[in-house]
């Protein structure tokens, strides 16, 4: 073996970093395996047998058979003591841009209000009148009804006015009504029920129609020396004049009632209804007399 060479300077080098590379592994073995500390040191392949707890209980050392539990005594418990002043936590800092907005109410919709429900049917029945129609201006009549579960103290109404009523049966009751009701023309709703209105039926209508009118024209008067008036009048249909005096019957149905300067009086034969037909120019024909009426002719005595 060829020892090393001092003479040449790299070997003097490679020899110095020789011992110290291994002087470090020699250190870093020892504390691996024994360390640098007071304890005793442990060998690889051994176990560290745990020195088994000593009780002092009456001042003598006893040994404790492995697997049992000391118990502790009252003596060995030491109180905690707790700091008797809380730290002092410095306040936080607050925003001085930063304030409470109280939250916008809203204020919520009412809620829906639920339908009434309709008023049950009503337990009377009204089921027909009579007569159903009527003409305006005509005298008071007579009124039938029919129906079912009528009782003696109900009432017959138009338009909530009271009629005198007479009862007649559980399905037939009648009402006498009067001329000023129907003096115009019109529907009036006929009911049927008590006073306190507790029991009611339903509602029928009496249609109240307008009542014919003659269909002429009153355009002139004559005087005569027996002072009996004549009238003309003027069909509004054709146009023609008719000359017609106190009683005549126009139409099949107006019979003159009064003649005077003013207007003729016409009385309805089949509605008993009274119709005036005031003085006019009317529309003028070929042929007819002259529309201006006529100075009534004194008679011969009555001079002064």
């Not at 014919?212 to 002139?220: C, D």
């Not at 069909?235 to 009064?258: A, Y």
């Amino acid at each position: 073996m060829e020892l090393a060479d001092f003479s040449r300077p790299g070997e003097k080098k490679k020899l110095i970093w020789a011992g110290a590379l291994g002087f470090i592994a020699i250190i870093f073995l020892w504390w691996t395996f024994i360390g640098f500390g007071s304890a005793k040191p442990m060998r690889s392949g051994t176990t560290a047998t745990p020195a088994s707890p000593r009780s002092n209980v009456g001042g003598t050392n006893t040994r404790q058979a492995p697997g049992t539990v000391q118990p502790i005594s009252l003596n060995d418990i030491e109180s905690v003591q707790l700091p008797g002043t809380v730290p002092v936590v410095p306040e936080a800092k607050r925003n001085i841009f930063a304030y409470y907005e109280k939250p916008l109410v809203v204020a919520s919709p009412p809620p829906a209000q639920t339908p009434t429900p309709p008023p049950p049917p009503p337990p009377v029945l009204l089921a027909a009148i009579s007569p159903q129609n009527v003409y305006a201006k005509t005298n008071e009549f007579t009124l039938e009804l029919s129906g079912d579960k009528f009782t003696p103290e109900m009432r017959v109404y138009v338009d909530e006015r009271e009629l005198p009523s007479k009862y007649k049966g559980p399905q037939q009751m009648s009402a006498t009504v009067p001329a000023a009701i129907i003096a115009t023309p019109g529907i009036r709703q006929i009911k049927v029920r008590t006073p306190d209105a507790r029991v009611y039926s339903g509602q029928i209508g009496l249609s109240v129609a307008p009542p014919p009118t003659p269909n002429y024209s009153y355009v002139g008067i004559f005087g005569t020396t027996t002072h009996i008036d004549t009238a003309l009048l003027q069909d509004k249909n054709n146009k023609e004049i008719l000359s017609v005096q106190r009683g005549d019957l126009l139409s099949g149905r107006f019979r003159v009632t009064s003649i005077s300067e003013k207007e003729v009086v016409f009385m309805d034969t089949n509605l008993k209804i009274k119709h005036s037909l005031a003085m006019t120019e009317g529309e003028r024909a070929a042929g007819s007399p002259s529309s201006r009426p006529t100075p009534r002719v004194d008679a011969e005595d009555d001079e002064p």
